[in-house]
Structure formats: structure tokens, C-alpha cells
């Protein structure tokens, strides 16, 4: 993808989040004004001073890739994990915003094959899921099988090793990230 094009997710990314915490309608996208971008689903990561702020995606395009991401900044405004303490108004100023744009799934029956820093992973099993986006494996330094293991019992509730099971389903992805993080 072309730097003006990220530049510009990242700003509508960033204006996107910047309304949600202000109680604001998001901002306008007109498919028009944007190329044809190919994408299998977004992720949209918000950080605060480094530490997660964040973090929400989906595997299928809700649209275009901008609506895409727009769709999934707003979301990350609202994660889970930090409902007990939202993004505030003061955060603003130094939130960063990162943009990972997925490839396909890809199921592997060999799971070991991952390359780290370069594969995402996602793993099924019957209504549990759980995934990490590659660059959670080189943040926390993990090996191949505690990327896994941690996949599995941290994310999908399934027991640390059920990605040996062949009952579980382990897809790889890749992804293109960029980030505002260089401008915070």
C-alpha cells in the first residue's frame, strides 16, 4: 500500500477515535474519494505511552477498507478489557494508532510452521476463538509454541495445548501494519 493512502486510514482512524471519546458522529467517508483496496479485514490497535489502550478487528470486510477501519477504531474505543477504564479526552494527545490490514486465513495442520513476527494466528475450536495479530509474539519475546499455548488459553479459553489437538482449527494470516507512532 502506498504512504499516502496509510497516511490517510491513519487520519481517519485517528478523527474516528477522536469523536468516539468526544461523544461526536464519526467521521463522513465517501467511497468515492479512496482506491479500490484489497483487504480480508482490519485491525485497529490504540496505545497510550506504549501500553494498551485497545485493540479490536474482524476477519471480514465491512465495506470498503476505510469504512473498514473506521468501523473498527470506533470499536477499539470501546474494548472490553478497558471498559472499567475508557479512553479519556486528556489521552488524546498521545494515543497512537496502528493499522493492521489482513490477508486471508489460511488453515495449517502444521501450526509449527508459523514464522514469528510474520503470522498471525487464529484458532477455533467449536464456538471458542482467539487470535493475535504477528507482532504480540515478538512484543513479548514468545517462542512459536507460547504464541500458541498463550493463543489457546488466553484468548480462546481452550486449554494451553489444544493447538496440537486435530480437532482444533489453527489458521495463519499475515498483515500490513503502520502506525502513527513516529508522529507521537
Given at each position: 500500500m502506498e504512504e499516502p493512502i496509510k497516511r490517510r486510514l491513519l487520519d481517519l482512524a485517528r478523527r474516528t477515535v477522536e469523536a468516539e471519546v468526544r461523544g461526536l458522529p464519526a467521521p463522513r467517508i465517501d467511497d468515492e474519494d479512496w482506491p479500490d483496496l484489497d483487504h480480508a479485514g482490519a485491525f485497529v490497535t490504540l496505545r497510550t505511552h506504549k501500553r494498551l489502550r485497545g485493540c479490536i478487528g474482524t476477519f471480514k470486510p465491512l465495506g470498503s477498507l476505510?469504512?473498514?477501519?473506521?468501523?473498527?477504531?470506533a470499536a477499539a474505543c470501546h474494548d472490553p478489557r478497558f471498559i472499567t477504564c475508557p479512553i479519556r479526552e486528556s489521552e488524546l494527545p498521545q494515543l497512537t494508532v496502528q493499522i493492521s490490514v489482513l490477508s486471508p486465513l489460511e488453515r495449517t495442520h502444521d501450526p509449527c510452521s508459523l514464522e514469528l513476527g510474520k503470522?498471525?494466528?487464529?484458532?477455533?475450536?467449536?464456538e471458542r476463538v482467539g487470535c493475535f495479530l504477528p507482532q504480540v509474539a515478538t512484543e513479548m519475546n514468545w517462542d512459536v509454541e507460547t504464541f500458541l499455548s498463550q493463543c489457546c488459553s488466553g484468548k480462546a479459553g481452550l486449554p494451553a495445548y489444544a493447538w496440537q489437538d486435530p480437532e482444533t482449527e489453527v489458521y495463519l494470516f499475515t498483515t500490513e501494519s503502520f502506525c502513527d507512532c513516529d508522529n507521537r
Open positions: 476505510p469504512r473498514t477501519v473506521s468501523e473498527m477504531a503470522h498471525g494466528i487464529y484458532i477455533r475450536r467449536g
